[in-house]
C-alpha cells in the first residue's frame, strides 16, 4: 500500500547572504549527519496550510518567530517515491537576522555563506533543488519538481516545470 507524507521547509536567508541549515544529529532516523534546512511534517490540521507548518517547524527548530520572518513565499514544491510512500514537500524561502534562539536534539543550527552551502553534504534530494534555486534565483511563480531518473542514464534526477495555471497564461 501507498502512503503519503507531507512536509514544509523553509530556506532562511540573512543579509549576508547565508543560508540557515541544520546539520542533523547522528541519532536522527532522516538524514543522519546531513545538513539540511528547517522544517518538518504536517500535523493533521496543517494539511491545507503547509505555511502554518513551515512557520510551526521554524519557531520549534529555531525559536524564531514568524513576525521575525520577510517575504515568506511557497518557491517549490516536490515530489517523489520513497519506498512505499509518495513524499510531498513545500519549499518555502525567506530573510530573517534573527538568529537561533534554542538548541534542539535535531541538530546544530548554522548560518552558511551561499558560496559554501553546496561544499556540505546534504541528502541528494535538497542538493538538486539548491542547485535549480542557485541557477533562476526567486521567480514569480513556484516549481514543482518530480524525482525520478533520466530515461537515457538511469541516473537519478529531478524534473523541474514552471507551477503556473494554464489558464492564466
Request: glycine share 8%.
Amino acid at each position: 500500500m501507498i502512503t503519503l507524507r507531507m512536509m514544509s521547509t523553509a530556506l532562511l536567508w540573512n543579509s549576508q547572504n547565508e543560508l540557515l541549515m541544520m546539520k542533523r544529529s547522528l541519532t536522527r532516523s532522516l538524514s543522519p549527519g546531513l545538513w539540511a534546512a528547517i522544517g518538518g511534517h504536517l500535523e493533521p490540521s496543517e494539511l491545507n496550510n503547509p505555511r502554518a507548518a513551515c512557520l510551526r517547524e521554524v519557531w520549534e527548530e529555531t525559536g524564531i518567530e514568524h513576525d521575525e520572518i520577510q517575504g515568506l513565499r511557497m518557491q517549490y514544491v516536490l515530489l517523489r517515491l520513497n519506498g512505499q510512500e509518495v513524499r510531498q514537500q513545500f519549499f518555502y524561502i525567506g530573510t530573517t537576522d534573527v538568529n537561533p534562539r534554542i538548541v534542539t536534539p535535531e541538530g546544530d543550527l548554522h548560518w552558511i555563506p551561499k558560496d559554501q552551502v553546496l561544499e556540505r553534504p546534504i541528502p541528494f534530494i535538497f542538493r538538486c533543488l539548491l542547485e535549480h534555486y542557485f541557477s533562476v534565483g526567486l521567480t514569480e511563480h513556484p516549481w514543482v519538481g518530480s524525482a525520478g531518473i533520466q530515461l537515457d542514464t538511469g541516473e537519478p534526477t529531478i524534473h523541474w516545470n514552471p507551477l503556473v495555471d494554464p489558464l492564466q497564461t
